[in-house]
């Protein structure tokens, strides 16, 4: 099974391009990369989704490296409103295999 | 508003109580899962449900029972549980078969407490 490992918290401030990390040196060839953000009393929410090389969409960027082994997501320009817990899922893309790895979560806190 | 609706949103029970968590998903989506979130801890994957047939069972023991009896709605039943067991409960559902290139729509969670 494909572990991720992500920091456990990160501090930063308004106006600022946040990049989190994760780790999955176990990933699988038909595995994707996807990050979820989640806010206090809710459940987790889907940011972005990326297979191999950049991906960006309205809200953020998601870099993964050729050997796949690690993935970054960046916030760019971020808000307080982006305070909250950010996770790494590493899962295969077959429609018969339920192995979902998430991560613990990054903490992020952002200050004004 | 995800769609994703559950309930009660909070549960305090005894170890000898049964009750059981609902889920509904408004959405159309043909996938449902149960993941149980313990602080500090990854979400750990309970569940799956694709087209109401359970397709994913983690090793969870048999005081949680899950039920399917359409693709909208989705029940845990609990009896019998320990305190270790106390934990937010979340209830997510995709679209197509449920897989990890799925993308997850969840609902709020229940704040389950076991005394």
């Known amino acids: 099974l494909a572990k991720t490992t992500q920091p456990i918290s990160m501090d930063s401030y308004e106006g600022q391009e946040v990049n989190i990390t994760c780790s999955h040196n176990?990933?699988?060839?038909?595995?994707?990369i996807t990050w979820y953000q989640q806010f206090p009393s809710q459940g987790p929410r889907f940011i972005i989704q990326?297979?191999?090389?950049?991906v960006t969409n309205e809200v953020a960027s998601l870099f993964i490296p050729a050997d796949r082994k690690s993935s970054t997501l960046s916030l760019p320009r971020v808000s307080l409103s982006d305070t909250a817990v950010y996770y790494c899922?590493?899962?295969?893309?077959?429609?018969?295999?339920?192995?979902?790895?998430w991560g613990a979560g990054t903490k992020l806190i952002i200050k004004p | 508003e995800t769609g994703v609706t559950q309930t009660p949103r909070h549960l305090v029970m005894g170890m000898t109580n049964k009750k059981s968590l609902k889920c509904e998903q408004h959405?159309?989506?043909?996938?449902m899962y149960w993941y149980k979130q313990s602080a500090k801890k990854p979400l750990e994957l309970m569940f799956v449900?694709?087209?109401?047939?359970?397709?994913e069972n983690n090793s969870v023991p048999s005081r949680f029972s899950p039920e399917c009896p359409n693709s909208s709605h989705l029940f845990l039943h609990l009896h019998t549980l320990q305190p270790e067991d106390s934990a937010l409960y979340l209830c997510?559902?995709?679209?197509?078969?449920?897989?990890?290139?799925?993308?997850?729509?969840f609902g709020p969670g229940t704040r389950l407490t076991v005394l």
């Open positions: 959405l159309g989506h043909n996938a």
């Open positions: 899922l590493v899962g295969d893309g077959g429609d018969s295999n339920y192995q979902l790895i």
């Open positions: 176990n990933i699988a060839t038909n595995d994707y």
């Open positions: 449900y694709s087209l109401e047939e359970r397709v």
């Open positions: 997510a559902s995709s679209l197509l078969k449920g897989a990890g290139r799925d993308t997850q729509y």
């Open positions: 990326g297979y191999k090389t950049k």
